[in-house]
C-alpha cells in the first residue's frame, strides 16, 4: 500500500471520530534541487471565541509525505487532540 492510500485511510478514520483534517499540497521549483518540488500541508479548523468564526490551524508543514502519515497517525492515536 502507497503513502497516499495510508493518508486517506488515516483521515477517513479521524472523520469518523469527529476530527476533520485538511491536506493541501503545493508546488514550487526549488533551486537548491533544480525541480518542482511538492510542499504537504495539514490544518485543521478551530474555533476562534475572540472573533466568533472559525479559522484553519496549521499542524504540519513538510516536503514529505511520510511525515503528513506520522501526524495523522498520533492524531488518530490521541483520539484528535493537538499534536
Known amino acids: 500500500m502507497n ?3 495510508i493518508t ?3 483521515q477517513t478514520a479521524l ?5 476533520h483534517v ?3 499540497q503545493f508546488q514550487h521549483y526549488s533551486d537548491k534541487a533544480e525541480r518542482m518540488v511538492t510542499k504537504f500541508v495539514v490544518t485543521r479548523p478551530k474555533y476562534v ?3 466568533k ?4 490551524v496549521t ?3 513538510t516536503y514529505q ?3 503528513v502519515v506520522r501526524t495523522l497517525a498520533s492524531l488518530l492515536k490521541d483520539d484528535g487532540g493537538e499534536p
Do not use: F, P, Q
Not at 15 to 19: A, D, E, I, M, Y
Not at 53 to 56: E, F, H
Open 15 to 19: 472523520v469518523h471520530k469527529g476530527v
Open 59 to 61: 499542524i504540519c508543514e
Open 8 to 10: 486517506k485511510k488515516l
Open 3 to 5: 503513502l497516499n492510500a
Open 49 to 51: 471565541e475572540k472573533e
Open 22 to 24: 485538511s491536506i493541501n
Open 65 to 67: 509525505r511520510i511525515d
Open 53 to 56: 468564526k472559525w479559522k484553519n
